[in-house]
T-cell receptor, first 114, second 115 residues
Framework: AQTVTQSQPEMSVQEAETVTLSCTYDTSESDYYLFWYKQPPSRQMILVIRQEAYKQQNATENRFSVNFQKAAKSFSLKISDSQLGDAAMYFCAYPIQGAQKLVFGQGTRLTINP | GAGVSQSPRYKVAKRGQDVALRCDPI?????LFWYQQALGQGPEFLTY????????KSGLPSDRFFAERPEGSVSTLKIQRTQQEDSAVYLCASSSRQGARNEQFFGPGTRLTVL
């Protein structure tokens, strides 16, 4: 069964510093996607970044980038120059091919210290 | 509309009551998903619609849960004879294309509390 594991329930970082959130997953598929979603307090969940497994290059979106290690089934999110608005729950998610569903990790609560 | 909307935002029900939760997806989005999010946890899949067809309901926890999308737009999640373990945030998401590999746009959720 496909699973997604986030081993860091909480993380904190100083404003303007860099933080990395970890995610590991388990799948037997060879072609798949991975997502990081952000859920701010009392606000809607939004997509932060997406990685396609067949692409060698790590995805980047402004201050957000991933470190995708396919062999290790690791998909970490790096946030550079952390801002107060980055404070949120972050979820790693994996869409199961053919099953039309997203499997989410348990989430990491990120706190930004001013 | 500008995004996915859900109503009500908050619902308190007495155990045994029936509830109906509504989702208005982004106009034109063919895919619609329902998720259940317990406090402090990640969302868990409930069911998936492609237009009006419910293609996957494997995540519905019991036969007390029922979802419909009769005209391929608005969807309703109904929970009959609510139990305390049904207390959670129910999230709706829509996507412009088929399948879970595409970006899903989430609504604000309905927080259900069963007393």
């Amino acid at each position: 069964a496909q699973t997604v594991t986030q081993s860091q329930p909480e993380m904190s970082v100083q404003e303007a510093e860099t933080v990395t959130l970890s995610c590991t997953y388990d799948t037997s598929e060879s072609d798949y996607y991975l997502f990081w979603y952000k859920q701010p307090p009392s606000r809607q969940m939004i997509l932060v970044i997406r990685q396609e497994a067949y692409k060698q290059q790590n995805a980047t979106e402004n201050r957000f980038s991933v470190n995708f290690q396919k062999a290790a089934k690791s998909f970490s999110l790096k946030i550079s120059d952390s801002q107060l608005g980055d404070a949120a729950m972050y979820f790693c998610a994996y869409p199961i091919q053919g099953a039309q569903k997203l499997v989410f990790g348990q989430g990491t609560r990120l706190t930004i210290n001013p | 509309g500008a995004g996915v909307s859900q109503s009500p935002r908050y619902k308190v029900a007495k155990r045994g009551q029936d509830v109906a939760l509504r989702c208005d997806p982004i106009s034109g989005h063919v895919s619609l998903f329902w998720y259940q999010q317990a406090l402090g946890q990640g969302p868990e899949f409930l069911t998936y619609f492609q237009n009006e067809a419910q293609l996957d309901k494997s995540g519905l926890p019991s036969d007390r849960f029922f979802a419909e999308r009769p005209e391929g737009s608005v969807s309703t999640l109904k929970i009959q004879r609510t139990q305390q373990e049904d207390s959670a945030v129910y999230l709706c998401a829509s996507s412009s294309r088929q399948g879970a590999r595409n970006e899903q746009f989430f609504g604000p959720g309905t927080r259900l509390t069963v007393l």
